[in-house]
């Protein structure tokens, strides 16, 4: 059939076609090749005009290797600016544009905070030998650099090599700018890395005498004050304008080190850094060994501070909330605002000196170099914090800002989760055994489990396996009827409900990851909110929100915002009856557990100590029906201390901070708790009395007393409006207390884990 297609005209076309095809294929192929050989030999033949050998490949190959790094470290450098630039705002000048002047819960002046705008002095008005003290020590050669400083840098690192340790800074001027205005005092390298590309951004925005305005302006001095027209003032007595060679030399060596140059803390080494600085200017060339002469021979005489202490912490911390309301629109246009706030500052003193004690004594001891603490009433209103040992040295506020594993202090959430099922009690009993969760199985101090005890025991005791097993036994209330049992999904959901538990009563500034430790403290909390949530339980179930604005008041004296008027309400978030039972088993932590040392005479405690893995970090978090505290011990970079438990020198500190701040008030038991104390005194971890000499705390108004003068304060300052208005002043001055010396609070609204000795 086929051969007589091939037979016919049409046939023999289409193979003669078939055959043309064919060919034209090959021909092509085969032409397509040869100009594809013939374009790579006259490539090769053109690269061959570079190649290179000895050391010039060697400079080659090194240059294509820096090329490709150097592309990688753009992209990374990229991505580090734009990290840095997210810190900036279209306002960020204004960031701190506010006047607050702080008063205490007496109505006197605690401190100031922000920007004071009707005493800032300009650039041109300083005294030239200021700015030039401040250059030739901090920063020589400002002018000539564009934001970093390479050249002062290796100057620094040589003049520290000669001298074995560090006394020149590489920092430039505006490189401490960018951190005071965006940045953290955290020593890490991914600050340095945004400083540095701030420090640019700065320097690219601003005219370099802006930049050295707002530095003098906006660094930290000591004393609580902040730029140079403060600490003139503070030190001096003086404005900045005022100030003479050995006084501007004094206050130029504050900036890196006011805690220890500080001359209401160290004159000597105050005197000698001066010194050292005027010797600066002379390496410098602004000043001459003469013009010197007098500085040296009659050093600066600054006001005796030594007896005043500021609340620095504090300020920071309430400072940082006046924002947060006027960022909120709750505080009107006015930027120069006056805050009475809940600080009570013999509380306040007491703390810091109760931190500093325990440290001084104990702290080598112990292996730890930090401490912090929260005092506060339990529906929030914030009485005394303390952030750290030195503020001169480290602004960072521990008790707000640090999130830290709370250890066995986070039981009490697991203990009232397990009660709100309507299961359990203060008499139910649990299980204490050994188990485990999949892989993971906890154990108690010692090591042993505890068998079966009833639930107040189990806190008391602060057992570890008893707490993995309520949160197992939490989920099981909540596990779906008719679902197959599975362990591990169960104890998920129990520690689900816990989270919940833990975010309804404060803990609301942390992830709390949940692990299947996170019952025995493995999830970071800040202290701020551990005293929130504990507040809780004072006072009987409802939201403690911290707070220490009070009232505020405008520049005219206008009262703006009242705490008790236009603050959130303590709403309930849980059962009164449930805390009930829960105080009543948390008691017997300090009666009778891990926490004896904080037993205070007469007056009924409930609390609860931790301590985490390692001994990294101890804690204790107690109430009375008054006030709710808690303290923390440890070391900045989470270094392990030398076996301090929770029941040791922080419920030592916790008592005696608390023994002062109950003098003098009317006592009142934890919320729920009826009975009286079952101890006259606090017991030490060997068992021994613990006498602590709490020094006596000056008597203050009772709240009808206080209310009282209020009342009659607002009349007067009512009647004084009046007659202004109606132009009929007497020429005579009435002399008032300040409008915010009293305190009148409006009603309360309705509303994996090694095991640790505790």
């Given amino acids: 059939m086929f051969n007589d297609f091939q037979n016919t005209g049409w046939g023999k076309r289409f193979a003669r076609a078939m055959l043309g095809f064919d060919s034209w294929v090959d021909s092509t192929l085969y032409e397509s090749g040869q100009r594809a050989r013939q374009r790579w030999e006259s490539f090769a033949a053109f690269m061959d005009r570079f190649h290179v050998s000895g050391w010039r490949k060697v400079a080659v190959e090194v240059s294509c290797e820096g090329l490709t790094l150097g592309a990688l470290g753009s992209v990374v450098m990229l991505s580090l600016a734009t990290l840095a630039f997210q810190e900036t705002s279209e306002d960020w000048l204004k960031k701190q544009d506010l006047a607050v002047t702080f008063l205490d819960r007496y109505g006197q002046v605690a401190g100031h905070r922000g920007i004071k705008h009707d005493d800032s002095v300009p650039l041109e008005q300083l005294p030239e030998y200021v700015v030039q003290a401040v250059l030739a020590t901090e920063d020589r050669r400002f002018y000539d650099h564009w934001g970093i400083d390479p050249i002062g840098l290796l100057r620094a690192l040589s003049v520290n090599a000669r001298s074995s340790g560090v006394v020149q800074g590489g920092s430039t001027l505006s490189q401490q700018l960018a951190k005071n205005l965006f940045l953290s005092n955290e020593r890490t390298m991914d600050r340095k890395v945004r400083e540095a590309f701030l420090a640019l951004w700065l320097e690219f925005r601003l005219p370099k005498n802006e930049i050295l305005k707002l530095y003098l302006d906006r660094a930290y001095m000591g004393g609580g004050t902040f730029g140079i027209q403060a600490a003139a003032d503070f030190y001096f007595g003086k404005s900045v304008r005022d100030v003479t060679l050995a006084e501007a030399a004094m206050l130029a060596g504050l900036f890196k080190a006011p805690a220890k140059f500080a001359p209401h803390v160290n004159l000597p080494a105050a005197r000698a850094r001066a010194n050292d600085v005027l010797q600066n200017m002379v390496e410098a060339g602004f000043l001459t060994e003469g013009q010197i002469f007098l500085a040296r021979k009659s050093p ?22 006046v924002k947060k309301l006027a960022d909120a629109g709750k505080l009107g246009p006015d930027r120069v605002l006056t805050v009475r706030t809940g600080l009570d500052p013999s509380i306040q003193k007491r703390a ?210 009242r705490h008790d008027r236009d603050g959130p309400p303590a709403v309930q978030v849980v059962p009164a009856d449930k805390i009930a039972i829960m105080n009543n088993m948390m008691k017997e932590v300090v009666n ?25 970090d101890a804690w204790f978090d107690g109430f009375t029906g008054n006030y709710v505290g808690t303290v923390w011990f440890g070391n900045d970079a989470s270094t392990s201390m030398r076996n301090m438990t929770g029941g040791s020198l922080p419920a030592r500190t916790w008592h005696e901070i608390m023994e002062f701040a109950h003098q003098g008030i009317e006592l009142k038991n934890p919320y729920g708790v009826t009975d009286t104390p079952a101890v006259a005194s606090a017991a030490g971890p060997s068992g021994g009395a613990v006498t602590l000499g709490a020094p006596q705390r000056p008597a203050t108004l009772s709240r009808r007393s206080t209310e009282t003068l209020g009342g009659i304060e607002e009349m007067m300052r009512a009647t004084s409006a009046r007659l202004k208005r109606a132009d009929m002043a007497p020429t005579g001055t009435i002399t008032m207390a300040p409008a915010s010396s009293i305190v009148r609070l409006g009603p309360p609204r309705g509303g994996s884990v090694a095991a640790q000795p505790n």
């Fill in 300 to 321: 600066a005489a600054p006001v005796d501070r030594r007896r005043e202490a500021s609340p620095d912490w504090y300020l920071d911390w309430a400072f940082g909330e």
């Fill in 352 to 561: 810091d000196s109760a931190i500093e004690d325990a440290l001084r004594q104990y702290g080598r001891q112990y292996n730890a170099d930090q401490g912090a603490a929260v005092v506060m009433e339990p529906l929030g209103l914030v009485r005394a914090i303390v952030g750290g040992r030195d503020y001169g040295a480290s602004q960072f506020n521990r008790a707000t800002d640090a999130a830290r594993q709370p250890g066995s202090s986070f039981k009490p959430f697991v203990y009232l989760a397990a009660v709100m099922t309507g299961r359990f009690n203060r008499d139910t009993v649990v299980d204490a055994s050994n188990l485990c969760i999949g892989n993971w199985c906890p154990g108690n101090y010692g090591g042993a489990g505890a068998g079966r005890v009833p639930m107040v025991n189990a806190l008391q005791r602060s057992l570890n396996t008893a707490a993995v097993w309520l949160s197992i036994k939490i989920g099981e209330a909540y596990w779906p009827r008719g679902a197959g049992y599975h362990q591990a999904r169960i104890a998920t959901l129990g520690r689900s409900k816990i989270v919940d538990l833990a975010r309804a009563m404060g803990v609301v500034n942390t992830p709390l990851t949940d692990t299947v430790s996170l019952p025995l403290g493995a999830g970071e909390v800040k202290m701020i909110d551990m005293a929130a949530a504990y507040g809780v339980l004072a006072n009987g179930g409802r939201r403690a929100t911290p707070f220490a604005a009070v009232e505020v008041r405008n520049s005219t004296g206008d009262v703006i915002y």
């Fill in 592 to 616: 009778a557990g891990t926490a004896r040392a904080a037993a205070l005479p007469g007056v009924q405690v409930a609390g609860k100590t931790g301590t985490t893995n390692a001994y990294k």
